[in-house]
Structures are given as structure tokens and as C-alpha cells.
Nanobody
């Protein structure tokens, strides 16, 4: 794990919204492919959203239409806007950097090269 730092997690009721932020340690300003994944102990990592150097985005089917990934290259910050949250979205969310020239679609199934310590999202019914 490198110097990526996530923030913005918390507890909300079903149907609520959260916005995660990530101080991207230079990755977005250098136009790396970036993304968010979620993972709980004992469970496989699931990439939920990615964005490549051209600004093309990719989403897991489970979050399409509800989550939006964006980035501010000047501020070197990655965001994940999460709407209409469901209890099954409860997880630890990690900001991740992927290979610089990887596409958003490729990154959905690729291993990240760097990630943060995570921020917890809890959605109650």
C-alpha cells in the first residue's frame, strides 16, 4: 500500500448517498488509470468503478446507474459519488491506481498497482 488516502465513508440508511474522496498521491495528475474497489475480509476484491487517462469510465454491473467516478487532475483527487445505496453496498472501499495506460474496462478485472487503507461504508436497511 502506498500513499493513497481515502475519506468520506460513513453510515447511511438504504437509499442514502455518500461521496468518497481519495488524495491520489500524484497518480491522477500523471494520468494513471484509477478506480475504486471494495473488499471485506475473506471475500474477493470487487472493482466497482474505474476511469482511465482519457476519462473513459467503467462500472461493475452491481453499481451501474447508482455510482459515478470522477477525478480532478489539478487537485490530484479521485471521487466516487454513491447514490441509492443498498445494504449490500456495505463494505470497505479502497482507492486504487492501475497501470498508467490501462483502459477503464481492463481495470475492472485487473490487479491494482497501489491502493490506500480504505474507508468503511455501512448501509442499514
Amino acid at each position: 500500500q502506498g500513499k493513497l488516502v481515502e475519506s468520506g465513508g460513513g453510515s447511511v440508511h438504504s437509499g442514502g448517498s455518500l461521496r468518497l474522496s481519495c488524495a491520489a498521491a500524484g497518480y491522477t495528475s500523471r494520468r494513471y488509470c484509477m478506480g475504486w474497489f471494495r473488499q471485506s475480509p475473506g471475500k474477493a476484491r470487487e472493482a466497482v468503478a474505474t476511469i482511465d487517462r482519457d476519462g473513459t469510465t467503467g462500472y461493475a454491473d452491481s453499481v451501474k446507474g447508482r455510482f459515478t467516478i470522477s477525478q480532478d487532475n489539478a487537485e490530484d483527487t479521485l471521487y466516487l459519488e454513491m447514490n441509492t445505496l443498498k445494504p449490500e453496498d456495505t463494505d470497505m472501499y479502497y482507492c486504487a491506481a492501475y497501470s498508467q495506460f490501462m483502459t477503464a474496462v481492463e481495470a475492472l478485472t485487473a490487479s491494482p498497482i497501489d491502493w490506500g487503507r480504505g474507508t468503511q461504508v455501512t448501509v442499514s436497511s
